[in-house]
């Protein structure tokens, strides 16, 4: 914030102050500076931020700090909010009154959406509408005081969702998964699938489940201790509501329950990417080969007896099967959140899903249980994963909305058993091998840093871990990875707009610029392993930046210059 935005402000808001109270503005002001700073401000960055004369500055900062209402810190010179401030927020939410706060929320969602919202709560196994607002015209038709079944809807899936897990296993329990048309979840297996992808996604989806012709969106408004207090649902005609029109609106939900109660909620991926820059340096033509629309389009490899390329769509959840040759992309849909897919010698394919390590018959979808790591790591799913030299599998996992740093990384052999290489992971991502299979290279994408540690080919032992290149928030966040045969890492920058390359020593060597904010996997592939390939996602992209960027969560391609090294397949045990 600029000082003359802040005194222009000033300016905008004084005639709404009455007589009298230009002190305690002032003060409310500063307040305001202090709670919206990203990082916390030092005395003199606050006087010049505030616009005000230095003495009035001091007598109004030393009586906010006597009151409580902001702390200083005075090892580090900081000044942040106050411990009075924890006090009032329990108080309010003691009296919280969420019909009266929402009002305002549900009548702007249903003028600007022009469809029926509404307000609701769980009430046992079923949801309570609260309140609603229509919009112009045609509109689904929803009365207050109603209640609906929880697992056909999705309010009442939201709501489920994010319940602590011993509040889940009662609700279950006691559910009758009655089927109201041919889209209805019936299977509590299949429910707790759906649930699981609802915490990762942040928003539920009822295509037609409750009534045909009739779909929704859902999200959890959550209080103070990460509990649903209620939920926002949007329903419209399927016909208005399309699977492709419901996402956006799912991220519009989501703004909206963060500003009814102030309170962030579970998800903790970014909603808002990095501004996009214009390089003078744009490497090699780059083509967008599939304009999919993947919600968030991960795990590229190539498949060389094939020559195609599998990747996932995680929240699909899909695994895909593109075609250089023709530019078909066959899909098929596994009913689960689906991370990384793997090439085995047997045909088959070794997928990383919320349940474990599973293989899948691409042709006839069907899936069979091959191991957990984390099998009672309640919270948590894998993540990344690829075939190392060797032929054993290495995977990641992360906490489902990525708010705690309960990832780990192991290492699978062909026998199901299985050792830890790391623990403590908020992310974990983008996993790769120097040419020589001495060096493995190893992403957490929350702190933002590619890890380097000395491997023994075919081993799997780690040692000498070392920081080889961070990229700073404010640039991005690295995600999958690959590496090419000069030794070349080439990076993935989510809310970049971009890939990196880096040299073998970590210097950053060369940038390709992308036409979509959030890049998630690279991989080499071709004939030649000539062709760079890049999975992309729109998953809670703001209206605003999809419009910038419509080919968000498509596939791209280019031909920098190097060449990748083939993968690995997982060999499967007689």
């Not at 429910?191 to 009739?214: C, K, N, P, W």
């Not at 501004?275 to 190539?302: D, F, H, I, Y």
């Not at 790591?373 to 190392?388: T, Y």
């Not at 080889?468 to 030794?487: K, M, N, W």
């Amino acid at each position: 914030m600029m000082q003359g935005e802040t005194v222009k402000e000033d300016r905008d808001t004084k005639a709404k102050v009455p007589t009298g109270a230009a002190a305690l503005a002032k003060g409310l002001t500063l307040l305001d500076i202090i709670a919206d700073a990203d990082e916390p401000h030092r005395f003199s960055e606050l006087l010049k931020l505030s616009g005000l004369p230095k003495p009035t500055f001091a007598r109004i900062l030393k009586t906010l700090i006597a009151f409580g209402l902001v702390r200083q810190d005075e090892g580090k010179g900081i000044y942040t909010l106050g411990p009075r401030f924890m006090e009032l927020s329990h108080k309010v939410w003691d009296t919280f009154d969420l019909s009266s706060v929402a009002g305002s929320e549900l009548q702007r969602l249903s003028d600007d959406l022009q469809e029926t919202v509404t307000l609701c709560r769980l009430d046992e196994d079923r949801v309570l509408y609260l309140e609603e607002r229509s919009g112009q015209g045609l509109a689904v038709r929803v009365d207050v005081g109603q209640k609906v079944p929880a697992h056909a809807t999705a309010a009442g899936k939201a709501l489920l969702a994010f319940q602590d897990p011993t509040t889940l296993r009662r609700l279950l329990q006691n559910m009758s998964l009655h089927a109201f048309t041919d889209q209805t979840i019936t299977s509590k297996e299949q429910l707790q699938a759906d649930l699981t992808l609802i915490r990762a996604r942040g928003y539920a989806i009822s295509l037609e489940e409750h009534f045909a012709g009739v779909n929704s969106v859902a999200v959890a408004i959550t209080g103070k201790d990460g509990q649903p207090v209620g939920a926002l649902a949007v329903l419209g005609p399927s016909s208005r509501m399309t699977e492709g029109q419901i996402h956006p609106i799912g991220r519009e939900l989501m703004a909206a329950a963060r500003r009814i109660t102030g309170v962030a909620g579970a998800v903790a991926i970014s909603s808002q990417p990095r501004p996009r820059t214009n390089r003078a340096n744009m490497a090699k033509p780059l083509e967008c080969v599939l304009p999919w629309g993947a919600q968030l389009g991960e795990s590229p490899v190539w498949h060389s007896g094939e020559n195609k390329l599998y990747w996932v769509d995680i929240l699909k959840p899909s695994v895909c099967r593109f075609d250089p040759e023709t530019g078909s992309n066959d899909s098929c849909d596994v009913g689960k959140l689906v991370s990384a897919v793997m090439p085995t010698n047997d045909g088959r394919l070794l997928l990383a899903t919320q349940d474990g390590l599973e293989w899948l018959d691409f042709v006839s979808a069907q899936l069979t249980p091959f191991m957990h790591p984390e099998r009672d790591v309640a919270g948590n799913r894998l993540n990344d994963a690829k075939v190392g030299p060797g032929g054993a599998v290495w995977v990641g996992s992360m906490r489902l909305d990525a708010s705690q740093p309960t990832g780990g990384l192991y290492r699978v052999t062909n026998d199901g058993n299985f050792t830890v290489k790391e623990t403590g992971i908020a992310v974990s991502n983008g996993l790769g091998w120097s040419p020589d299979s001495r060096v493995f290279y190893f992403v957490d994408t929350v702190l933002g840093v590619i890890y380097a540690y000395d491997t023994e080919p075919g081993i799997g032992t780690l040692t000498n871990k070392r920081i080889f290149a961070t990229i700073p928030e404010s640039e991005g966040r690295p995600d999958g990875l690959t590496v090419d045969d000069q030794g070349g890492v080439w990076v993935a920058i989510w809310d970049g707009w971009r890939v990196n390359r880096y040299l073998p020593d970590g210097t950053l060597d060369r940038v390709i610029d992308l036409p979509v904010p959030r890049p998630t996997s690279v991989t080499f592939g071709g004939e030649n392993l000539d062709t760079l390939y890049i999975t992309s996602a729109r998953t809670r992209l703001p209206a605003a930046t999809l419009a910038e960027a419509p080919l968000s969560g498509g596939l791209f391609t280019c031909k920098p210059g190097e060449k990748g090294i083939a993968s690995s397949e997982f060999e499967v045990g007689s």
